[in-house]
């Protein structure tokens, strides 16, 4: 254990450092958005009486996803909710502003991943070769990328990681646009309330189905592209 800190000290301090820049970001962000009074239903009614309910109104709210988005990538509640409370007989236009924005950080965030990502390893691992590996690593995920955009993880921070991995733009741009509409559509209309119509099923089981069954043919394709590439082994002539 004392050689493997020896020898890996440095990264794992560049790492903790990341992620205390990370962290701090984010929770800088958040005190920001609640001093400004962008956190709670009642700060939401406030803004709506003073810009009205009009398109000004929504792009301001579309700005605010896309700021929460990116600076705090863990989750979209603290706006997407207290604005669904405020317009719980309008979610048609909670859904589809959250839906839209929250797509459009998404594939920001890839960028920066893209951008950056690589960067980063690089001052963390201080190796170019680690840094390739890593990222050959991250790459061979990429089939799983569409149900874990689903499950209760940071899925921001896996789009960032996606983009470091170097993912086909259209691939993740694609996936991102169908769970965000799912993951929106549970924060927004809450599940007591999809379970109550016929429709909130049809999003609920056919979203899951549809995105199981996209990995379990994107593996297919990958595993399948694989034995493509691999080369033969050729008869050696004497």
């Known amino acids: 254990m004392k050689e493997f800190l020896n020898k890996y000290k440095w990264t794992i301090l560049k790492t903790l450092i990341v992620i205390v820049v990370i962290v701090g970001i984010a929770i800088g962000t958040y005190f920001i958005l609640r001093a400004a009074g962008f956190t709670t239903k009642e700060d939401f009614i406030d803004l709506r009486d003073k810009v009205g309910d009009n398109v000004f109104f929504w792009f301001i709210i579309a700005g605010l996803q896309i700021i929460q988005v990116i600076f705090i990538p863990v989750t979209n509640q603290i706006i997407t ?3 669904a409370l ?10 589809l502003t959250s ?3 929250i797509w459009f950080a998404t594939l920001i965030l890839y960028w920066i991943g893209r ?3 690589p960067k980063i390893l690089k001052w ?12 050959r690593w991250l790459n061979k995920g990429w089939i799983f990328y569409p149900i874990c955009m689903l499950l209760p ?3 921001d921070i896996l789009t960032t990681l996606a983009g470091t991995a170097k993912l086909k733009f259209w691939f993740v741009a694609l996936c991102a646009f169908f769970t965000r509409g799912i993951d929106t559509a549970f924060s927004v209309y809450g599940y007591g309330y999809l379970t109550k119509f016929w429709w909130g099923w049809v999003i609920m089981i056919g979203g899951t189905i549809f995105m199981f069954l996209l990995t379990f043919f994107l593996w297919r394709y990958d595993k399948k592209k694989k034995e493509a590439e691999t080369p033969q082994e050729s008869e050696t002539v004497e």
């Open 115 to 117: 951008v950056g990502g």
């Open 81 to 83: 909710v207290p604005m």
């Open 124 to 135: 963390i691992l201080n190796d170019e070769e680690q840094v390739e590996r890593c990222t």
């Open 86 to 95: 405020v317009f719980n007989n309008e979610l048609w236009k909670v859904h």
């Open 153 to 155: 993880i940071p899925d």
């Open 99 to 101: 839906w839209l924005s």
